[in-house]
């Protein structure tokens, strides 16, 4: 007892000493929420955060106060979410959240030091990505010229786009004549306003890419045939320029844009995978072909070049291989050896 009340008068003396917050959890993250969290991120990573902490972060600390949370409180609160089935990642997520809360908390004197800093969040599992193979990418494009719907599916594959982005592409983002695709917005969806369009910000998401003669064709077909639509429909058109929408011209929602895709799948009887599998594939089958990754990642709007090699370090492994035999294969091209 004395060496706390000594630690306490030499803080005191020195100016650094902070009072205990004895706030309760719930009530700091909540205004921390609001107050700093909530105006410095999307609308969408908003509302998908606070799910986070009313479901899962909130009912675990409760009325906790504030400087009783410790580092040990806190990995036994990433061991129980781990227990209860939910994914690292997920689990890492609401780390980052604690992680910030805190670290404001100690900006604010509410604390003296962040507890999250010293945790141990539990380390993400690389899953193998599932794609399919280029011959069953084939029967998947076969089954679309049959449908002749529209070529949002072929979109991804040959240009890498996220859902999101497809579903926000305006026809003023196509060049047709330079065979260029500007991302500039994104489909996104919150409880509060539904289905929206918000602009992307970032220089990475913000990219221009190119794409191929067939992708061409196709999106010109598509162009041909939302004109026809349009001309049958009248005023009843909602014409925003959009690429891919409702029949009548609204903001297509996601949910029904995977049930195309899932039909889609049963009738070229493939491998279930996700739409934004199909990201992948585009990504995978560039990095088969050779292409360097730094290309891959302006396609993929990827923040850093070594996001794309951790991501497709299954890819790389092959490529390595590969690379090595080619590189002998240029040293002895007259079948000679160097004897030993």
């Not at 609204?250 to 799948?265: M, S």
């Not at 302006?298 to 790389?316: K, P, Q, W």
Request: net charge positive.
């Amino acid at each position: 007892m004395q060496e706390y009340l000594n630690k306490v008068l030499a803080e005191l003396d020195e100016g650094t000493y902070i009072e205990p917050n004895k706030e309760p959890f719930s009530s700091y993250i909540e205004s921390w929420f609001n107050m700093s969290y909530r105006p410095s991120v999307e609308e969408t990573t908003a509302e998908t955060r606070w799910s986070y902490i009313e479901k899962h972060i909130m009912p675990f600390f409760g009325q906790t106060p504030l400087n009783l949370i410790t580092t040990k409180k806190l990995d036994n609160f990433y061991y129980v979410k781990l227990k209860e089935g939910l994914s690292p990642k997920t689990v890492r997520e609401f780390h980052n959240l604690l992680r910030s809360a805190f670290k404001q908390a100690v900006k604010w004197s509410l604390l003296k030091i962040n507890p999250a800093l010293e945790a141990t969040p539990p380390k993400l599992l690389l899953k193998e990505i599932q794609i399919w193979t280029k011959e069953q990418a084939k029967d998947f494009l076969k089954v679309l010229e049959t449908e002749k719907g529209n070529p949002i599916f072929e979109l991804i594959i040959f240009s890498g786009l996220r859902r999101g982005e497809a579903l926000g592409l305006k026809w003023d983002d196509v060049d047709f004549l330079k065979g260029k695709i500007h991302v500039r917005r994104s489909l996104a969806k919150i409880k509060e306003k539904g289905l929206f369009l918000k602009d992307v910000k970032t220089k990475s998401f913000k990219r221009q890419v190119s794409i191929s003669p067939y992708l061409i064709k196709r999106l010109q077909e598509h162009k041909r045939n939302q004109a026809k639509e349009k001309k049958v429909l009248g005023a009843a058109y909602q014409d925003s320029g959009l690429v891919f929408c409702t029949s009548d011209g609204k903001l297509k929602d996601p949910r029904n844009l995977l049930r195309e895709f899932d039909h889609l799948i049963k009738k070229a009887n493939l491998p279930k995978i996700s739409i934004h599998d199909l990201r992948h594939l585009h990504a995978t089958q560039l990095m088969i072909s050779g292409v360097n990754p730094k290309v891959v990642q302006e396609r993929l709007g990827h923040s850093r070049v070594a996001i794309t090699l951790d991501l497709y370090s299954h890819v790389n492994e092959d490529l390595q291989v590969e690379a090595a035999i080619r590189l002998e294969n240029d040293f002895f091209d007259n079948g000679d050896q160097i004897s030993g």
